[in-house]
Nanobody
Framework: QVQLVESGGGLVQGGGSLRLSCAAS????????MGWFRQAPGKEREFVAA????????VYADSVKVRFTISRDNAKNTVSLQMNNLKSEDTAVYYC???????????????????WGQGTQVTVSS
């Protein structure tokens, strides 16, 4: 059974940092694109960042560029999201997702991801 489990969420003051991690079991992440999405109350789920499996290409939403960094460790079967200079608008539930595709153009669309975690809450106080 495939499972993605996020951790690292919490409450942080504006300008602070958090590091989210996603651990996979039941499948190797090495041949999956990995993405982070988020959903704020009353809003639709939106793309945050993703990393391909073949060439480790990274893609970011404009709102988090420079501040967030996605990385993967295939040996540990994990993917991480380093979030710096957090803002109140970053408050959301953050979801990790895995997809068995290689096209970089698909990284930003949730429709191509096959597996999702349960999410971890990130709250940024102003």
């Amino acid at each position: 059974q495939v499972q993605l489990v996020e951790s690292g969420g919490g409450l942080v003051q504006g300008g602070g940092s958090l590091r989210l991690s996603c651990a996979a079991s039941g499948m190797p992440l090495s041949n999956h694109a990995m993405g982070w999405f988020r959903q704020a109350p009353g809003k639709e789920r939106e793309f945050v960042a993703a990393i391909s499996w073949s060439i480790y290409r990274t893609v970011y939403a404009d709102s988090v560029k420079v501040r967030f960094t996605i990385s993967r460790d295939n040996a540990k079967n994990t993917v991480s999201l380093q979030m710096n200079n957090l803002k109140s608008e970053d408050t959301a539930v953050y979801y990790c997702a895995a997809g068995a595709f290689s096209l970089v153009a698909r990284l930003g669309s949730p429709n191509f991801y096959d597996y999702w975690g349960q999410g971890t809450q990130v709250t940024v106080s102003s």
